[in-house]
């Protein structure tokens, strides 16, 4: 079973940038499409990102377009997630899980979740 450990989370003023990480134990990362989900206070959880199990193709949630960025190293067994000019709104706990590639539906492997709190 994969386990996945999402890193760098934090506070960041609006407009500054964070890096999100997520490492997976495990031989298996690379035949998951992964993905990034967040869940803010009082928000049902909403899809951010996700990629294939290549890495060729990503897909974005239309309020993070030309903002973020969604890569892995599946030598290394991570996800990133690269955050720009980043909004109040985009406060929330954020997740790294595996996607059904064609729905960017979760499918069960979870991380802990990591908090991104930015002040206006």
């Known amino acids: 079973q994969v386990q996945l450990v999402e890193s760098g989370g934090g506070l960041v003023q609006a407009g500054g940038s964070l890096r999100l990480g997520c490492a997976a134990s495990?031989?298996?990362?690379?035949?998951?499409?992964m993905g990034w989900m967040r869940q803010a206070p009082g928000k049902e959880r909403e899809f951010v990102a996700g990629?294939?199990?290549?890495?060729?193709?990503?897909n974005y949630a239309d309020f993070v377009k030309g903002r973020f960025t969604i890569s892995r190293d599946n030598a290394k067994n991570t996800l990133y997630l690269q955050m720009n000019s980043l909004r109040s709104e985009d406060t929330a706990v954020y997740y790294c899980?595996?996607?059904?590639?064609?729905?960017?539906?979760?499918?069960?492997?979870w991380g802990q979740g990591t908090q991104v709190t930015v002040s206006s």
């Open positions: 899980a595996s996607l059904s590639p064609g729905s960017w539906s979760p499918t069960g492997l």
């Open positions: 990629i294939t199990r290549s890495g060729r193709i990503t």
């Open positions: 495990g031989p298996t990362f690379n035949i998951y499409a």
